[in-house]
């Protein structure tokens, strides 16, 4: 996380697609939290990241993981990919009982926790200040809204896709 804050974190990068960062943070979730059903949807033709693949799996999954706690049982996890223009669209949306709006930056904090009753004391409060420094150091940016329908959250994270050189 030091690192992270510093900007002294050297990333890896190589060639990865999307859906196998997504599909390998799902198969990570399913270990914990086996009764919890992801729905993914991705658009067609989606080009490669130019990324660490571990460090945004890691960040994906914090969210992947924060979405089964809350949600209630019997509720999906749902996961939209994108593009827009020159970026990947990563939208992660529970149905817990959602961030209240002025909350929605504080919960990137380090060690800042919603109060959630008795789950709280399983809570670090950096899973999400994580989430952002991995995403931030790929140059892309994460942020929480409500859900587009009902209660709950929604993740969105963008990420930049980067040109592909001639050599590449």
Same mark, same amino acid.
């Given at each position: 996380m030091t690192r992270l804050g510093h900007g002294t974190l050297k990333l890896e990068r190589d060639w990865v697609s999307v859906a196998d960062i997504i599909g390998s943070a799902k198969q990570r979730l399913k270990r914990f939290f086996p009764q919890v059903?992801?729905?993914?949807?991705a658009a067609p033709d989606l080009p490669l990241l130019y990324a660490h693949a571990a460090l945004l799996e890691q960040g994906l999954f914090n969210i992947l993981e924060n979405a089964a706690k809350y949600s209630p049982d019997g509720e999906p996890v749902r996961v939209w990919v994108s593009q827009h223009d020159k970026v990947c669209r990563i939208e992660i949306e529970d149905s817990g009982p959602g961030i209240p709006e002025a909350l929605r930056e504080k919960v990137f904090d380090m060690f800042y926790v919603v109060a959630d009753g008795d789950s709280k004391r399983h809570n670090t409060g950096m899973g999400l200040a994580i989430c952002r420094g991995?995403?931030? *150091?790929?140059?892309?940016?994460?942020? *929480?809204?409500?859900?587009r329908v009902g209660t709950g959250s929604r993740f969105i994270v963008d990420l930049p896709l980067p040109e592909i050189q001639a050599g590449d």
């Open positions: 059903e992801v729905e993914y949807e991995m995403i931030g *150091a790929h140059g892309g940016s994460v942020k *929480a809204t409500s859900a």
